[in-house]
C-alpha cells in the first residue's frame, strides 16, 4: 500500500479544517448540495474527495444525480432560488454556464500555485475535476498482432474485421485526420476549413462499410465482448472497468487519444458559496485528487498528483507519461461553435451508401 498520498491527505485534511475556522465561517452549512452525473463517478468522488472533507470538516453533502445541461442551473439562477452549492459539469457546459453567469468566479488564489495543471483545466469559474479520454481498444485473444497506433484503426488490410464508432462526429473526425496524417496541434485548425472536414470525412470513407456504429458508452466494450468487432472506439474508464470487474481481455491503445475534462463549479446564488469554493480546493490538492485514480481509471490534471498514484494503476491512466504522448485534447470551444454544422453533414454522411 502506498502509505505517503495518505498521510498527505490527513496532512492536507488538517490543513483544511484550520483555514475553515480562520476564514470565519459563521454559517458553516452542515451539508453541501453536490449535483454529479451520479454512477461510477459518484461513488469514486464519495470515497475520494466527499468522505475525507466531511472528516475534516464536519460539513456532510446531499447528493443529486442529474443529465447534464443548463436549464435547472439557469432556472435556479434566473429565480434568485440556487439550492445547489457544487455542479459537476461537462466541458461545454462550464463555458457556457461561466459566459452566461451562472457560476460563481472562483479567487485568484483558491488554488495556490497551479502551475502543474494541465492547460485549460482551469477558467476563471470552475476547475477540472478529473481527465477521461476517448481510445481505442481491441481483444488480445483475437487479433496475431497488437495494433499500437490511430493508423491501425484505419487499416483494414492489416487488421481486417469490423470497427465500432460513437455515433458523433466528436472525437471521430479527429481520429481521421490524425491518421491521415495530421500533426495533432494542428487538428483543429484543419478542421476548422471545409478542405479540412472533406479531408477528415474522405478517411472516414476508406472504413465505412465496417463500422458498427454504438451510441451509449456501455456498448462499447459490448460490442467487444461479444466479438461483432476486432477493436472499438471507447471511454478508456469504461474499458478499463470491463478488464478489472468483468476479467475481460481488452487492451487500450493511447496512440491518439482524445481526452476532456470534467469539471467543478460553484453555482450563482449559492447560500454555502465559501464552504463550497473549499472543497473545490480541497479535492484539487495533489493529495487528494490522486485518490481518485484507486476508484476509477480517470486522471487527475496534475502532474503532481501522478508520483503519488500507485504504478499499477497510473499505468492505466490517460495523462500517465507513457500514454499522453499523442494525446489531443478536445477543443469544447470548437465544438460548440461548429458541431451543429459539423454534425448535419455527418448525418447526412451516414445517410449515403
Same mark, same amino acid.
Given at each position: ?77 434566473q429565480a434568485n432560488n440556487t439550492t445547489w452549492d457544487v455542479i459537476d459539469l461537462e466541458s461545454n457546459d462550464a463555458i457556457a454556464a461561466c459566459d452566461e453567469g451562472l457560476l460563481v468566479k472562483l479567487r485568484d488564489d483558491l488554488l495556490g500555485d497551479t502551475g502543474d495543471f ?22 488480445? =485473444? ?89 477493436? =472499438? ?121
Amino acid at each position: 500500500m502506498n502509505i505517503k498520498p495518505i498521510v498527505s491527505l490527513i496532512t492536507a485534511a488538517s490543513a483544511l479544517a484550520s483555514l475553515l475556522v480562520a476564514s470565519s465561517l459563521q454559517a458553516a452549512p452542515t451539508k453541501l448540495n453536490v449535483v454529479t452525473f451520479g454512477g461510477a463517478f459518484e461513488k469514486a468522488a464519495q470515497a475520494a474527495y466527499f468522505a475525507p472533507f466531511t472528516q475534516a470538516t464536519g460539513i456532510g453533502f446531499n447528493l443529486e444525480a442529474y443529465d447534464g445541461g443548463l436549464a435547472k442551473l439557469a432556472a435556479m439562477v434566473q429565480a434568485n432560488n440556487t439550492t445547489w452549492d457544487v455542479i459537476d459539469l461537462e466541458s461545454n457546459d462550464a463555458i457556457a454556464a461561466c459566459d452566461e453567469g451562472l457560476l460563481v468566479k472562483l479567487r485568484d488564489d483558491l488554488l495556490g500555485d497551479t502551475g502543474d495543471f494541465i492547460p485549460g483545466s482551469i477558467s476563471d469559474c470552475a476547475v477540472a475535476s478529473m481527465v477521461w479520454s476517448t481510445v481505442f481498444a481491441y481483444d488480445t =485473444t483475437k487479433l496475431k498482432t497488437a495494433p499500437t497506433q490511430i493508423n491501425d484503426f484505419f487499416d483494414t488490410e492489416k487488421f481486417p474485421g469490423k470497427r465500432g464508432l460513437r455515433k458523433n462526429p466528436k472525437g471521430t473526425l479527429e481520429w481521421a485526420l490524425l491518421a491521415d496524417g495530421v500533426p495533432k496541434a494542428d487538428v483543429y485548425k484543419v478542421l476548422q476549413t471545409p478542405v479540412g472536414q472533406d479531408r477528415a470525412f474522405k478517411k472516414l470513407d476508406t472504413i465505412k462499410h465496417d463500422i458498427l456504429w454504438w451510441e451509449s458508452g456501455a456498448q462499447a466494450p459490448q460490442l467487444l465482448a461479444d466479438g461483432a468487432v476486432v477493436m =472499438t472506439q471507447g471511454y478508456n474508464g469504461r474499458i478499463q472497468d470491463a478488464v478489472e470487474k468483468d476479467n475481460k481481455p481488452f487492451a487500450i491503445v493511447w496512440d491518439g487519444q482524445v481526452y476532456d475534462f470534467e469539471w467543478w463549479g460553484v453555482p450563482k446564488g449559492s447560500k454555502n458559496a465559501e464552504a463550497a469554493t473549499q472543497f473545490i480546493a480541497f479535492a484539487s490538492r495533489p493529495e487528494v485528487i490522486s485518490q481518485l485514480s484507486r476508484y476509477i481509471a480517470y486522471a487527475p490534471p496534475r502532474t503532481q498528483a501522478l508520483p503519488l498514484i500507485e504504478a499499477k494503476t497510473l499505468a492505466h491512466l490517460p495523462t500517465a507519461p507513457a500514454n499522453f504522448g499523442n494525446a489531443v485534447h478536445m477543443d469544447a470551444n470548437f465544438w460548440t461553435d461548429n458541431f451543429d454544422t459539423i454534425n448535419k453533414r455527418f448525418q447526412v454522411w451516414l445517410s449515403q451508401p
